[in-house]
């Protein structure tokens, strides 16, 4: 998958997963720590988060980095002990 194809994926899961939580663009960035303008840059696939940023976003938006990241189809992790 091709770098701008992956950005649009993160960006679209990261939206809809942030509007499902009833916040906006300013909403999440004041609580990650971040601009309302940096997450719309993050939803429309201009910028990458860092990791650290990546990781409060699946936290606080209670979603596993590899979502966000288009990796799986499943939002959680899955929480059963090996």
């Known amino acids: ?23 906006t ?9 971040v601009s309302d303008v940096t997450i719309g840059y993050f939803e429309h696939g201009k910028k990458w988060p860092s ?14 980095t590899d979502y966000l990241l288009g990796l799986t189809e499943q939002d959680t992790p899955d929480q059963t002990e090996p």
């Open 51 to 64: 990791v650290p940023t990546l990781m409060t976003l699946a936290q606080v938006l209670e979603v596993s």
């Open 25 to 33: 663009k300013q909403a999440l960035g004041n609580i990650v720590g």
């Open 1 to 23: 998958m091709e770098n701008n194809c992956k950005k649009k994926v993160f960006g679209a899961r990261l939206q809809i997963v942030r509007e499902n939580h009833g916040w």
